[in-house]
């Protein structure tokens, strides 16, 4: 069952949902603001189950949208969840590595 969300498709499943990035560039602040905001509805529904992020339609993304990532990640955490980020090209899946953050993220 799929939900169309401004620049994300969301799939809601009975332990996981997941979460497609539409954006093959996510670079400017009025991107971010969106995906916040459809990120607040996700997790409002997700709660305590798995949260997938699928990057594959991702090419380029600013230090921004990291930022974003660390804020849902720690909520999805306080609400008992997981999140896990997959299908990252080489050079975001860099970004993460240069970043530390491949030890705050689970990454597939």
């Excluded at 401004?6 to 332990?15: A, L, N, T």
């Excluded at 990640?73 to 008992?80: D, N, S």
């Excluded at 997959?86 to 975001?92: A, F, G, R, Y």
């Amino acid at each position: 069952m799929g939900q169309e969300q401004s620049r994300i498709k969301v799939e809601y499943g009975m332990d996981v949902t997941l979460v497609t990035f539409e954006d093959e560039r996510i670079v400017d602040e009025e991107q971010i603001r969106e995906l916040q905001e459809s990120f607040r509805k996700v997790i409002d529904r997700n709660q305590d189950k798995k949260l997938v992020l699928n990057f594959a339609n991702v090419e380029f993304m600013t230090s921004a949208l990291l930022g974003l990532l660390i804020r849902v990640h720690k909520r999805v955490c306080e609400l008992g969840g997981r999140m896990q980020l997959s299908n990252l090209n080489s050079n975001i899946h860099e970004v993460f590595e240069i970043t530390q953050l491949t030890k705050v993220f689970d990454i597939s």
